[in-house]
Every structure is written in structure tokens, then in C-alpha cells.
């Protein structure tokens, strides 16, 4: 069985301040991780995603991820956030093995001018 | 050029109908998927075909009926509408190899009225 949780519903953040998005995840073994955005009206359209390796994840737009074994965690952050950033974000998981993504519920990002 | 594509885009229809969602992508990908996002923004995933096979089919009713005539394609039949199926419904697509990302269809608002 795989499973995600994005603990928050919402994040809000000023537009020039770091932004975090929280992701944990449960799986049998070695996970894939991935993350999304979805815009209004959009299909989802993908950010990065952890395999193997390196912890810190780097993606499209400016956006990195960091992969923590110990905490099960694959949080999305971005140095700087902008309003376009503003957007529903989706984590997934694929365990090794498993034919499918499970993605979690979704966190809405506001960033405010 | 659109690499995952889906029409219609909106569908309004009335309950007991039968409609067909259509699904094409040209990014050469073995394996397709159907997804259905609900009100609240959940994605739970639905069917999903390897070059034209059946591989996951989740506790969907089976008035649902993917059909995949070859690999680039993969259709969403319902059969007898409810309410219930109101939502949006994404395909995506993707290489047959598990840590590779999915890519989105823009979706199909299906309203059963």
C-alpha cells in the first residue's frame, strides 16, 4: 500500500519569501516521490521528482524538494516565492513496484503581492 | 503540439445518458491513465492500460468502460449517468517505466444534470 498526506489545505506566503509544502508519504521500501501543479482550468503539469541520489531535488520554475528518509517527508520549497506561483500543488508517490501514482489531497498556495 | 489531448473539454448531460471522453497523446508513451478529480480536488486514479492491456483497474462502477484501440489512445465510456460522476476527469500518460512522471490531459469537466 502507498499513501500521501499534505497536511495543510492552504499556504499562504508573501510574494519575495521562502515558501514551504508540506509532503509525507508511506510506502513498502524505496519510494518515488513527485510533485505537481495544477493552475485553474489546467491539467496537472510536472515539477520534479526524488528516484535516488541526492536528497535535494531540483525542478521547473525555480522550485526544489527535499527527500528526508527519516521523516518520510518530501517538502517543496522555493527561495523566493512569486504571485504566478499562486496554485493548487499535488505530492505523489509511486512505490517500487506499484503500477500507479497515489497522489495526496492537494495544498493551495497564495502568495500575496 | 499538444502532448496529451482530451475533448470535449466541458460536458453537460443529463442523468441516465451514455458519453464518451476521448484521449490521445503523441509522446509515444506504453501506458495510459484515467483519473477523476472531484469537488474537493481529490485525484483518485481509475484504470490504467500498458500497449492496450488492462493493468489497474480501481473500485470503479462498471458503467465505466476504458476502451484503448492502440497505444496512443485511450477512451472513457459511461454508460446510464448520475450525478454522482460529475467531476473532472483527466487522462494522462506516461513511459512504462515506474519512476518516470506522468503527463496530463487539461481534463473534462463532466456536470450530470
Known amino acids: 500500500a502507498q499513501s500521501v498526506a499534505q497536511p495543510e489545505d492552504q499556504v499562504n506566503v508573501a510574494e519575495g519569501n521562502p515558501l514551504t509544502v508540506k509532503c509525507t508519504y508511506s510506502?513498502?521500501?524505496?519510494?518515488?516521490l513527485f510533485w505537481y501543479v495544477q493552475y485553474p482550468n489546467r491539467g496537472l503539469q510536472f515539477l520534479l521528482k526524488?528516484?535516488?541520489?541526492?536528497?535535494l531535488v531540483k525542478g521547473s520554475y525555480g522550485f526544489e524538494a527535499e527527500f528526508n528518509k527519516s521523516q518520510t517527508s518530501f517538502h517543496l520549497k522555493k527561495p523566493s516565492a512569486l504571485v504566478s506561483d499562486s496554485a493548487l500543488y499535488f505530492c505523489?508517490?509511486?512505490?517500487?513496484?506499484?503500477?500507479?501514482?497515489?497522489f495526496g489531497k492537494g495544498t493551495m498556495l497564495l502568495v500575496s503581492p | 503540439d499538444t502532448a496529451v489531448s482530451q475533448t470535449p473539454k466541458y460536458l453537460v448531460t443529463q442523468m441516465g445518458n451514455d458519453k464518451s471522453i476521448k484521449c490521445e497523446q503523441n509522446?509515444?508513451?506504453?501506458?495510459m491513465y484515467w483519473y477523476k478529480q472531484d469537488s474537493k480536488k481529490f485525484l483518485k486514479i481509475m484504470f490504467s492500460y500498458n500497449n492496450k492491456e488492462l493493468i489497474i483497474n480501481e473500485t470503479v462502477p462498471n458503467r465505466f468502460s476504458p476502451k484503448s484501440p492502440d497505444k496512443a489512445h485511450l477512451n472513457l465510456h459511461i454508460n446510464s449517468l448520475e450525478l454522482g460522476d460529475s467531476a473532472v476527469y483527466f487522462c494522462?500518460?506516461?513511459?512504462?517505466?515506474?519512476?518516470?512522471?506522468?503527463?496530463f490531459g487539461q481534463g473534462t469537466r463532466l456536470t450530470v444534470v
Open positions: 505523489a508517490v509511486r512505490a517500487r513496484g506499484y503500477s500507479t501514482l497515489t
Open positions: 510506502v513498502s521500501g524505496n519510494p518515488y
Open positions: 526524488y528516484i535516488t541520489g541526492d536528497n
Open positions: 494522462a500518460s506516461s513511459q512504462a517505466s515506474e519512476n518516470t512522471e506522468a503527463f
Open positions: 509522446l509515444g508513451h506504453d501506458t
